[in-house]
């Protein structure tokens, strides 16, 4: 079983930056791709960004050019940058963990899950 766990979330001033932690236990995530999501209050969850296990990127239309994901095997951890941040980046943000090398946009191709980190933007 792998366990998830996001750190770095907090209130950040709209133009600012946060990074974003996804920490995994367990087992080793090298043999996992990785996924970011985010639900907004009164929204549904969306798919932010994805990472191969090779460290292949993929992000969502909305975030390009601002977010980036990285991975550090070493560390068995994930990381979501998030640079100029806007007010409707406001959400709780979620990592997951799907066995194998592809990620997904779709949240229910991810089998592990943490249990978020709240990112509130002021404008």
């Known amino acids: 079983q792998v366990q998830l766990v996001e750190s770095g979330g907090g209130l950040a001033q709209e133009g600012g930056s946060l990074r974003l932690s996804c920490a995994a236990s367990?087992?080793?995530?090298?043999?996992?791709?990785m996924g970011w999501f985010r639900q907004a209050p009164g929204k549904e969850r969306e798919f932010v960004s994805s990472?191969?296990?090779?460290?292949?990127?993929n992000y969502a239309d909305s975030v390009k050019g601002r977010f980036a994901v990285s991975r550090d095997y070493a560390e068995n951890t994930v990381y979501l940058q998030i640079n100029s941040l806007k007010p409707e980046d406001t959400a709780v943000y979620y990592c997951?963990?799907?066995?194998?090398?592809?990620?997904?946009?779709?949240?229910?191709?991810?089998?592990?899950w943490g249990q978020g980190t709240t990112v509130t933007v002021s404008s």
């Open positions: 367990g087992r080793t995530i090298s043999n996992y791709a």
């Open positions: 997951a963990a799907r066995p194998g090398p592809y990620g997904s946009s779709r949240s229910e191709d991810y089998g592990y």
């Open positions: 990472v191969s296990w090779d460290g292949n990127p």
